[in-house]
Each structure stands twice: as C-alpha cells, then as structure tokens.
C-alpha cells in the first residue's frame, strides 16, 4: 500500500512538469477574428487632401494588427483598421458612437401613406371588375407595386387585383362572396410594406323571387270571371324584372312584395319562369294553383281563423274567406258577430271580394264573441269561429323604495291589464317585450341615483295608457380626482402639454372635468381644456410673464360632484423662441461627405429644424447637431424653419461646403 501511494506522488509530478512545458513552448494565446488567409501586401492608403476636412473630426484610434496562431498578420484587420480611419465617417455612424441615452427617437424624415379615394358611391355584384383611385405619400422604391385586398367580417384578407405600379387598381370582387354584406377594401404595397386605411363597399345581393297567394297558401278556388290575387315575395337588390309562365312580364318594379291579379277561365298554374337585377339572373321558387269551379253551388268558408282569435275595440282588422259557386248579380258580403247567446249582427259595409276590412264598435265590450262571414244573395253565411275582444292595456309601475350597491342589479314591479302579450319601455332606455304574466319584474342597473318612469307600455291593442314611478338610490364610493405626476415640470407660456389622471367613485350625468392654473394674483382660472379617458391637454396660459421663470399651482377639478385633486407646482417660462445658429467650412471631392454642425439656444428642447436644401429633422434632444452633407456642387447651408418646445425659432449663421472638382 505505502508503495502505490508514492508511486502515485511521482506520477502526478511528471504529469504536472509535461504540462507546464507545453504551456511554455506554445505560442501566445489570441482570439480569431477573422480565418486564415494568406499574407498580402496591405493596399496602399490614399494620401487626403489637405483641404478635405470635416468641421468636426473624430479622432482615429491606433490599432495592433493582430497575428494568428502562426504568427502571420491578419491582413484583414489590418484593411479594416485602415479603412475606418479614412475621414469618411457618415452621419449614421456619427450617431452610432453617441451614448444611447442621448440618441433622440423622433430623428425621423420619412413617412409613406397609401390614401384610398371616396368610394362609398359604389355598389357592386360579385365577379364584376371596379376601379380603386388612391393617392401616395413618400418615397416608394421604384420596384414598389400595389395590389388591392378585400376583407370581410371575420377580418379574413384575399387580394382582389394584380400588382399596379401607379392608381387606380383595377379590382375583381370574387363571384363566391355574398351579396348583401358590407366589406372593406385596402391598398397594400410592396416596398416598403404599407397599408391605406379600410374603405367599406357593399356588395348587392343577386335576385330571388317565390310566387303564391296573398294569404300565403299555395292554391285558391274561384268562380268563372273572378280575379284571384297573387303575390311574388323579392329579395336582393332592387329593382327586379320577372316573368310568369302566363308570359306576364314586369320590368323594373321596386315593390315588395309585388301584386298581380289574374282571371283564367280554367284551372291554371302559375310560376316564375325567371328573375333578375342589376347583378344578373336569379332564383326563383313557389307555384300558385287557381282553380275555377265551375259548381253553380256557393259555398262560404272562413279562412286563416286563428289570425282573428283576439280583436281590438277600435283597430281595424281583416277577415280572409272563400267564395265559391255561382252568386247572383248584386250579391254581396257582410262580417257579422254575436255574443255567445245573442244574435249576430252586422259589423262592416258590403263588399264584394274576397276579403273584407271592419272593426269592432267601440260599444263591445271586452269578453268572447262569434263571428261569420254572409252573402245576400243568395243569403249564407260561413261557419263560425271563436272571437275574444280584449280591451287596451294599462301598465303601472310599482311606487318602491329601492337601495342598490355599486354595480349591482334591482328589480322593478309592474302590473299589466288588458290583452298581452305586452311590452314596456322604461324612461333609462330599458326595454322588454313579449311579456307574458302579470305582476312582473324588470330589472335594472342604475349607475346613479334614478328616477324610473313608464315612457311607453302596451300590449295586443297597441300603445296603451301607462303610469307610476319609482326612485332607486345607487351607493358608490366618494368622487375623487388624482392628478398624476407630471410629464414635464417646465413648459413655455401659450404652449400645450398633457397632464395624466385618474378618477374615481361615481359623476353625475353632465359632470366636466377642466383643468385651472394660478394667474399673478394667485387666484385659479380655468384653462381650455380638452378631455380624454387617461390625460387632459390643456394649453398654459399665454400671459405674458414679468419673470423668466414663474412657478405656478395647477389643479383638476370636477363640477357634478364638486372635486378638487391635489394642487401641483409647474414652472411656467416667457415665450421665448429658439435660436439655431449653423457653422462649418469644409472642402471635399465630388461625391464625398461632410459634416456641418448646429447648435440651439433658447426655446425648449426637442427642436425640429429644415435646411435651406430641404433636408429636415424632426424632433432632436442633441445640442450640437451634426449632420451629414454630401453636395454635388459648392452649397451654403442655412436654416429655413425652426420649431421648439415654445413654439416657431429662428435660424442665423451659415455653413459653406465647396466642391473641388
């Protein structure tokens, strides 16, 4: 055992020798760049022109070239270090370097719009082809197309039209897309991706047409020289043409339904033999059987019943029936109606046809009653049927005393009488129909105290005579109003800012949120104010000001309940307008940049600024700016228009970049 262990003492000391000299023989330990390659001979650098020099230069950073694991020169490097010392730097570089924090966010010139032209005047049909104007804003990349999309409901996007380089977009609205529906169009480019905004276009609805009788059945019996009355039920865009197998022809006709009346001397069947519309041709359904009875016996028969079960005293109502057989020349129909036990009598003026339009005398009373049709000549009359006449409805609403929780859900009482089903409207907008019993709760959820009224109830017999009311008391918690921190404490006088808050408890119908500031006397006034669900912009008061700076308290408040938040301190400056001052020389080649440098005073930052070239910067915290100018010939640079935080500036000085050619 003693001698394993020192053999194992003298193993791990060889091991350890063998390691370290290894370390010594190897070469120094480096980080690969860049792969091998082979050694060339670096390119030889391009001697600058003393007058090729920037207004502001960054110093260049020595650099090693580096070698690798056989010590040849990583040429690569070496190329590369030279080259970025070459006084080319450009502006986008430049802002590289700065520290992120400095770097503005609104340093943007470029924006792209596809605006779709008014094109609500258009009603088309599935599978046609329509014309899409639009105009464009920005520079697209001369590859750029556009194509045009439709979306229905769901959201789900096809494209409708093949890539265009300039308006309009010719469009074919797919035929499988269904007709009646709103949808919405948009243009779409390519390079860069941009989207118009989403015009709606209503798509007409191809046409269909089911013929039958004006009661709805399918066949009716008449007698030798009557007319029989048909009815064609049309949907889809109007109008509509059609043709009945009779070979009748309607052109163009914009009533729905649409009427005819026919006198066939014998059994005849009629059908829509075609349809259409501006979308084209359509489907058609139904078939209307007159038989002609020939029976020189009259018969009297009511029809539809159940349509008359309940009557109204005082609203007109029709009674359908058929008369077949051969009647006497002067013959005519009367409704008669009678008590359960009494004797029928005479309720309408005589009439001829088919259908016969009366009411009940208001000196009916509500109760059961019967009713038939009869003719004069000869004299019969129908069978009867069961009637009940119903009297108006009345509604009253309960007097309650009602205390809800914020949030919570109450039910009010009402009472009908008279024929239902009936309905009712409540003066907050709630509304139920087809009620059934009687008493009944409705339910409500007042967000405020509430006083409840009847607006309109009724029931069979239409609107009828309504009354009550009751209060319902709403407990919520107190009104408050917290003005958050502000986004800036400093702001110029006549400018407009943004002031975040956030409320709380219930406000009355009515209420206004406005926003007051100190004036010199240190009384509040009130500020225009414009409201929003998160913030409320309001525009400081343009007073001028005796001081540079003058701190001043700001408030909300609220008028319905009266609230007031926390009163804040702003520092409030004099409209001071800014001042950019632009500064440079410099002489470069044809096709070379430069830097030419600004620098603000006055105002608040950000400052937006356009050059006398066009170039324009909208929204920079940088004080100096440079930035980068490559001009074909010699051009003296000044500012045309400034904007800060206090409103329009003023530009003065100039830079001057001559190009040597």
């Known amino acids: 055992m003693f001698r394993f262990l020192i053999l194992m003492v003298f193993g791990l000391i ?36 003393k007058r090729d020099t920037s207004v502001l230069k960054k110093p260049v950073q020595a650099t090693t070239p580096k070698t690798d694991t056989t010590g040849n020169v990583d040429s690569l490097n070496v190329i590369g270090t030279n080259e970025q010392s070459q006084d080319t730097l450009t502006e986008k570089e430049a802002e590289d370097r700065l520290e992120k924090s400095a770097k503005p966010a609104a340093d943007s010139i470029r924006s792209y719009k596809i605006i779709v032209d008014d094109i609500s005047y258009l009603s088309v049909c599935p599978g046609t082809i329509i014309a899409i104007p639009f105009k464009t804003e920005g520079p697209f990349d001369e590859d750029n197309t556009f194509i045009a999309q439709l979306i229905d409901a769901t959201g789900k996007t096809v494209p409708i039209s093949l890539p265009v380089k300039k308006s309009p977009v010719k469009a074919v609205i797919p035929s499988y897309k269904i007709g009646g529906e709103v949808y919405r169009i948009q243009i779409v480019s390519s390079i860069p991706v941009v989207r118009s905004q989403e015009v709606p276009i209503r798509l007409l609805q191809a046409p269909t047409g089911r013929i039958e009788f004006v009661d709805g059945t399918q066949s009716v019996r008449i007698m030798p020289g009557q007319e029989a009355h048909l009815r064609v039920n049309l949907s889809g865009a109007a109008p509509w043409s059609f043709m009945l197998s009779d070979s009748t022809i309607v052109y163009q006709t914009l009533s729905n339904p649409h009427y005819i009346s026919v006198k066939p001397k014998d059994v005849k069947a009629y059908k829509l033999l075609g349809i259409s519309n501006a979308c084209g041709s359509g489907v058609t359904s139904g078939e209307a059987i007159v038989n002609v009875n020939n029976n020189p016996e009259p018969k009297l028969e009511l029809k539809e019943v159940e349509k008359i079960a309940k009557l109204c005293s005082g609203v007109p109502f029709q009674v359908p029936f058929n008369a077949t057989g051969k009647y006497k020349e002067g013959n005519h129909f009367v409704v008669q109606i009678a008590e359960r036990t009494g004797a029928f009598k005479t309720i309408s003026s005589p009439d001829t046809s088919g259908y016969i339009n009366t009411e009940i005398p208001a000196s009916y009373k509500p109760g059961e009653y019967r009713l038939r049709v009869a003719s004069s000549a000869p004299y019969l009359v129908s069978q009867t049927t069961n009637v009940t006449i119903v009297s108006p409805t009345t509604t009253v609403l309960q007097t309650d005393s009602l205390r809800l929780g914020e949030n919570e859900t109450g039910e009010l009482s009402l009472k009908f009488a008279g024929g239902g089903p009936w309905f009712v409207l409540l003066s907050d907008g709630t509304y ?39 209060k319902v008391s709403v407990k919520s918690a107190p009104a408050s109003i917290t003005l958050e921190k502000l986004p800036q404490n400093l702001v110029c006088s006549g400018s407009t800012i943004e002031i975040p808050y956030k409320t709380e408890g219930r406000y009355n119908q009515g209420n206004k949120f406005v926003v007051q500031i100190t004036d010199k006397s240190g009384r509040f006034v009130t500020l225009p104010t414009t409201v929003t669900p998160t913030t409320m912009n309001v525009k400081i008061s343009g007073t001028a000001l005796a001081d540079t700076i003058r701190t001043q308290k700001i408030r909300i408040i609220s008028s319905s309940p009266a609230v007031s938040s926390a009163i804040e301190e702003i520092d409030v400056i004099a409209p001071d307008k800014a001042v950019g001052e632009v500064s440079g020389r410099a002489t470069v080649t044809a096709g070379r940049s430069t830097r030419i440098q600004l620098k603000f005073k006055n105002g608040l930052p950000p400052w937006s600024f356009t050059l006398s070239d066009g170039t324009a910067i909208n929204g920079t915290f940088l004080n100096p700016y440079l930035i980068s100018v490559s001009p074909t010939s010699t051009t003296e640079y000044k500012i045309s228009s400034l904007k800060s935080g206090c409103g329009s500036g003023s530009g003065k000085g100039s830079a001057v970049v001559t190009v040597d050619n």
């Open 14 to 49: 060889f091991i350890s020798g063998h390691v370290n000299a290894q370390r010594k023989s190897s070469s120094p330990r480096r980080q690969i760049l860049a792969p091998k390659k082979k050694t060339t001979k670096p390119a030889k650098q391009p001697t600058p022109s």
């Open 432 to 470: 139920e129909n087809n009620i059934q019993e009687s008493p009944y709760k409705i339910k409500v959820k007042p967000l405020y105290d509430t006083n409840y009224q009847i607006t309109s109830a009724g029931g069979l017999c239409g609107v009828g005579k309504f009354s009550g009311s009751t």
